[in-house]
């Protein structure tokens, strides 16, 4: 039964996110903020369930758990985001520290190779086109834009780099992969959600439903380790 607890985190979760996108799309702002971090909280749980049941990679564990904090804290502080202002930068800067954490802990398990960097440049050149291409109002944050595009890329392309890796397993290895590419996608959406021209608000519940579903892939991938 205890290595199944954090089914009951994830379930929740995706009730909250229920929760969450009802609340935004009827205009509730305190239900918004109030379903969004717990939702934030329930990905944090699942995780803390699998780092108590494996000691296994003590150290890819423990900075995969640090990472789910600081989407937490990136969850709320943009939740409490009105107009782009301090509570954006926060947020921003605590998704940069999470992305940062994630792509150490997957490091942990294979090293920088040159394909990756070699591939990095490349996604991070394709968002480079999609952000000077593309119509959006970026109200003087493109250079911070530009540095968080770097950084998710090479999140992205070292999750997809696991993919031939002995440990931890298929499953897990699968569900880090899922977690990076829907990772890239989700802040692609908010990108077109916090800064596109005329974007309906159902851009930014389908964010959610695939950051969401991220996190979810990211923290079942801990309890998966406890079953190899």
């Given at each position: 039964?205890?290595?199944?607890?954090?089914?009951?985190?994830?379930?929740f979760?995706?009730?909250?996110l229920?929760?969450?996108?009802?609340s935004?799309q009827?205009g509730?702002?305190?239900?918004?903020?109030a379903?969004?971090?717990?939702?934030?909280?329930c990905?944090?749980?699942?995780?803390l369930?699998?780092?108590f049941?494996t000691?296994?990679?003590?150290?890819?564990?423990?900075t995969?758990?640090?990472?789910?904090?600081?989407?937490?804290f990136?969850?709320?502080?943009l939740a409490?985001?009105?107009?782009q202002g301090?509570?954006?930068?926060?947020?921003?800067?605590s998704?940069?520290?999470?992305?940062?954490?994630?792509?150490?802990a997957?490091?942990?398990?294979?090293?920088v190779s040159?394909?990756?960097?070699a591939?990095?440049g490349?996604?991070?050149l394709?968002?480079?086109?999609?952000?000077?291409?593309?119509?959006?109002?970026?109200?003087?944050?493109?250079?911070?834009?530009?540095?968080?595009?770097?950084?998710?890329?090479f999140?992205?392309?070292?999750?997809?780099?696991?993919?031939?890796?002995?440990?931890?397993?298929?499953?897990a290895?699968?569900?880090?992969m899922?977690g990076?590419v829907?990772?890239?996608?989700?802040?692609?959406?908010?990108?077109?959600?916090?800064?596109?021209?005329?974007?309906?608000?159902e851009v930014q519940?389908?964010?959610?439903?695939?950051?969401?579903l991220?996190q979810?892939?990211?923290?079942?991938t801990?309890n998966?380790?406890?079953?190899?």
């Amino acid at each position: 039964m205890n290595s199944k607890r954090y089914l009951i985190f994830e379930g929740f979760m995706l009730v909250s996110l229920t929760g969450l996108i009802a609340s935004f799309q009827n205009g509730f702002s305190y239900g918004t903020i109030a379903f969004k971090t717990f939702a934030s909280l329930c990905f944090v749980l699942a995780g803390l369930c699998g780092y108590f049941i494996t000691k296994k990679k003590e150290k890819f564990t423990k900075t995969m758990l640090i990472a789910f904090f600081c989407s937490m804290f990136g969850d709320i502080f943009l939740a409490l985001d009105t107009n782009q202002g301090i509570f954006f930068i926060l947020g921003v800067l605590s998704f940069a520290a999470a992305h940062i954490l994630f792509s150490t802990a997957f490091c942990r398990l294979s090293p920088v190779s040159k394909k990756d960097i070699a591939l990095t440049g490349a996604v991070f050149l394709a968002l480079m086109l999609l952000l000077f291409l593309g119509s959006f109002d970026f109200q003087g944050l493109l250079p911070v834009l530009i540095g968080y595009a770097a950084i998710i890329s090479f999140m992205m392309v070292k999750s997809v780099s696991l993919k031939n890796c002995r440990w931890p397993g298929e499953c897990a290895t699968m569900l880090i992969m899922a977690g990076g590419v829907l990772f890239l996608l989700s802040d692609i959406i908010l990108l077109f959600w916090l800064f596109g021209l005329g974007t309906p608000k159902e851009v930014q519940s389908l964010n959610w439903i695939v950051y969401y579903l991220a996190q979810g892939c990211l923290s079942m991938t801990l309890n998966k380790l406890s079953e190899n």
